[in-house]
């Protein structure tokens, strides 16, 4: 896993992945890597509500390898999952299921306040499986061994991931004597579309769907390509078009100040780096990733993750380059950004750009399949260097790196999103997309109401599944009516299945 | 493929398997054999809205064989299609594709006049994907390689196959410029089956789905397991009690009589036997093919299958068997019986009980892999001898027969069916569930609306499929009011896309 994400000397490479951004930008071409890195972070803040080693057992389930192919030995392997029947007080009670997505289970139970709030007041049994091939779900024994080779990493699919969920919460009914308990889905982000797609694929396991985040829109042609660069750009441009000019124009800077060694040197001792430089690229990416994420973390209150943020973080960035507008060192202004970000405690010494520590990663492998999300950037409306999507080059990688030809086609084809409307405005029912527009990945989601019961829920001011997280006392006001809406849906779907099977006793 | 339909000395193997039927009763069970087979055949009767080889093109698909993992050197295999685009007037005609089942192609291309006569009247292009493992159809190069060994088997599924039929549409429809086309599912019996599960898995594929004789209730403990015997016996009961008593006492005394040599020498001479009869499971075997049959294809006209039969040959059936009443010899009339079956034109010289042909049969396999239909026969309501479903004994058949285990609770997993009406009263759309309740599938079928848009369609002297047959002079009024009540929905999905899309003139 390339850690583009520094904390001091530290390498932040326990980050959370809650969608690693396929940038192929030409900094990342260059270098032969596809992607520049996402990394979100663990929740350090632990309200009452927030799960604990105390709250949940670790439990493992056999699954499958292969769910759709019938081996006359099949491979299994053990999925771990998280359950909490803390809050579960009626034989009935309702499941709150999060599907977790491309990390480990334990960082989307301790980033998902929002559930276990829930469940509390819900009575719901609480239950988070973990996405096969990450955290300890690994197939074939061993880390090792599950990304050993395309073979091995062969089964990390979307739909292999769905059938496991169904598999794991058919059988955990059945031992439970549950089968009556009503299903809802959470998910954020990857998670989000893994809980929409499951609604809609699987409707007879889950009543409904919170859909946080989940970009399902964002493959094909079905959003422009250049939606996510022009979302963070704008993101900045909104807080200061001085602050978009300075970032815009650093790129050119970079490079030619990097092209020579001595250069490189000064880059390596402005940025203060803790190792030599060896190209800008390593560099470039470093500040993409604190771009993008940047506008995905920009929450209206200071949060803290790997790295303490303030609140509304771009804005602070911004002031940060703003205020060094009398320095005509374009590259001193954006350090003086960087280090908002990558050192807000100041304690920082050095910075590590971040090597490769895993070798293969999973979401990688899956943009390299089926999760082929096209990404451009358009030099009249993003900060970012301009460049052009190209399959062409994407399969080149893909090939090389993998052996695996990605079928950019594929999820739209299994999962649908062209004419998402039409099509589903007389079919399905139940799930909420919310989206903040601050969130760069809200320009893939689904923002305008389907149907009366396939919704969205949008924020101005939110970002990146923000309604997930653990309710604070600086929580916005918007913020706590989406919420509200968003209970609102549940408790209509609870009513509606308590309706149809009386049975349920809904114990809020 | 163990024939089990004899056509005087001609083996009529070449019959179309509709659906196999895992009748697992103790005759099967004690020759080491899990199903008897019902063979249903190509029809012979060509109106003039039937297909023939003039009126489509046969063309051939590159599928992956597995669409759910990505491997670096994935197989690819040619499936083949009928084609047909006479009627297709509008650049944005609709297409009215037939989910091929397990079977060749061109013998539900013969067998669905109904498809053939709406492509007419809607100006729609016509489409016959043909099943993977079946037909021409089959991966790994050739007949032989596909159904080598359970590896080879390993990508018979209905998922695989319902993957093709997008991956084809999505295709076709990006090369003719017709994306903007609407498709309407058509099928029978498993063909059926695939067309629900279709429009429920993807509803941007296809805009809706008529699926005839569609058991997908005959899963699981979704219905009651001798409901399939039930409804066979309740045909020749509703035809005569006598016939029916003749019946139910007739397998002890073949029993008794087969225990001896001498008596299945008798045997072999009273049932014209073209070879000599080595136990009586072989004719117990030829004779529930007949009464399975004869439910099934109860249509209320004469119709010529690979063999003619009249109209309700039930009917007929049971008036040679009561013929016979001041015969004491109870074997004699089921042999009357037989002969109107096996013999009706008084052609055959004698009967072959058929052998195995092809070793492994698609069917089987599946059955012994997801597509397991729990059936019984309960003593009180059946002629047949009483049997209970034994998981154990059938998941030992298949093995020993293929190395596989059976997974009976898969396809509710995959496909639902619990308490269907109220997981799909607020979900999905535009399914016609068409059931004649003489066919005994209809007990495992759809046989009450769920929604005003996922709609049961009953006939209460409908038999097997008997809607999408070509409509024929006899007809009666029951089932062209059916076949228009069948149109009406058509008609409406067409309507509901033309208003979505303003592009699409109809042409009905």
């Not at 292969?66 to 053990?78: L, N, V």
Request: aromatic share 12%; glycine share 6%; hydrophobic share 40%.
């Amino acid at each position: 896993m390339a850690s583009l994400v520094a904390n001091g000397c530290l390498n932040a490479g326990l980050g959370l992945l809650f969608i690693a951004l396929v940038a192929n930008h030409a900094a990342a071409w260059s270098l032969g890597r596809l992607s520049t890195r996402l990394l979100s972070h663990p929740h350090r803040l632990r309200p009452a509500s927030l799960a604990t080693a105390d709250t949940y057992d670790i439990r493992y389930f056999t699954q499958l390898v292969d769910h759709f192919a019938y081996h006359p030995h099949p491979s299994t392997f053990q999925q771990r999952y998280l359950i909490s029947t803390e809050h579960c007080s009626e034989p009935n009670s309702p499941i709150f299921m999060y599907c977790g997505n491309e990390g480990k289970i334990e960082w989307f139970a301790q980033n998902t306040g929002f559930l276990w709030e829930l469940a509390s007041t819900f009575g719901a049994l609480v239950l988070f499986p973990e996405h096969r091939y990450y955290g300890e779900s690994m197939p074939f024994g061993s880390q090792e061994a599950a990304y050993k080779d395309a073979d091995s990493l062969a089964y990390l699919t979307s739909e292999q991931a769905l059938a496991d969920f169904v598999s794991l919460l058919t059988d955990l009914k059945k031992n439970m004597s549950a089968e009556a308990c009503p299903v809802v889905l959470f998910g954020g982000s990857y998670g989000g579309m893994l809980a929409a797609w499951m609604r809609l694929k699987y409707p007879h396991i889950a009543i409904g769907a919170i859909a946080s985040s989940a970009p399902i829109l964002q493959f094909e042609d079905l959003v422009p390509t250049d939606t996510f660069y022009r979302i963070v750009s704008e993101d900045f441009k909104g807080e200061s078009s001085d602050c978009f000019d300075v970032i815009q124009q650093s790129w050119d800077v970079l490079d030619t100040v990097g092209q020579s060694e001595e250069g490189l040197q000064s880059l390596t001792n402005k940025f203060l780096l803790c190792s030599q430089l060896n190209n800008t690229s390593e560099l470039e990416n470093w500040m993409y990733a604190a771009y993008e994420y940047l506008a995905m973390v920009n929450y209206p209150y200071a949060a803290n993750f790997t790295m303490p943020l303030p609140a509304f973080p771009v804005r602070e960035v911004c002031n940060a380059i703003n205020a060094g507008y009398n320095n005509t060192d374009i590259l001193s202004r954006i350090f003086a950004g960087m280090s908002v970000y990558y050192n807000y405690t100041g304690s920082a010494t050095c910075f590590d750009l971040g090597e490769n520590i895993d070798g293969i990663d999973g979401w990688d492998w899956q943009a390299c399949t089926e999760m082929v999300m096209p990404m451009s950037s358009n030099g009249s409306n993003s900060m970012f260097p301009p460049y052009t999507f190209d399959l062409q080059q994407y399969e080149a990688y893909c090939l090389e790196q993998y052996g695996v030809k990605p079928m950019p086609t594929w999820i739209t084809q299994e999962f649908g999103g062209h004419s998402i409307k039409k099509v589903l405005e007389n079919f399905g029912s139940n799930i909420v997309f919310s989206n903040g527009l601050l969130d760069p990945w809200s320009g893939g989601g689904v923002l305008q109401n389907i149907s009366s019961t396939l919704v969205a829920v949008i924020t101005e001011q939110g970002a990146h599944h923000l309604d997930l997280r653990s309710s604070t006392e600086d929580d916005p006001q918007w913020l706590i009516e989406q919420r509200q809406v968003e209970i609102a849906h549940i408790k209509s779907w609870l009513s509606q299945y308590q309706d149809q099977h009386h049975g349920y006793a809904a114990s809020s």
